[in-house]
């Protein structure tokens, strides 16, 4: 029972995990894209922005952002923050990990 329940966190990482990197990667093409100065402000619609690498940018973060609205990506993106903070706080540093079968700590 505790190799299923090790396997379906394990799972559940491996999805979450990846979609927390896309949102933050979303926000962060966002962020640079607003701080760069290149693109009018958000509010402009159908205005180019300088470069064509801002555009590119512009147009793949918005339509990331505008997707997650629908809620499918944001809930294991919300997951994934979850199970980070969580990781995060079980690797203190006093405790060390159990010791690998077959290495010289277990016989």
Known sequence: MKRNALRF??????????????????GAALGIVWVNGQCPPFDEV????ATRFSQTLRISAWRCAVFALTGIPAIPALGG???????????????TAPP????????
């Open 46 to 49: 159908g205005v180019t922005c």
């Open 100 to 107: 690998m079968p077959g290495s010289p700590e277990c016989r």
């Open 9 to 26: 966190f394990l799972l559940l990482r491996l999805i979450c995990y990846p979609a927390l990197a896309v949102m933050l990667a979303a």
């Open 81 to 95: 923050a979850v199970l980070l903070v969580f990781d995060l706080q079980s690797n203190e540093p006093g405790r």
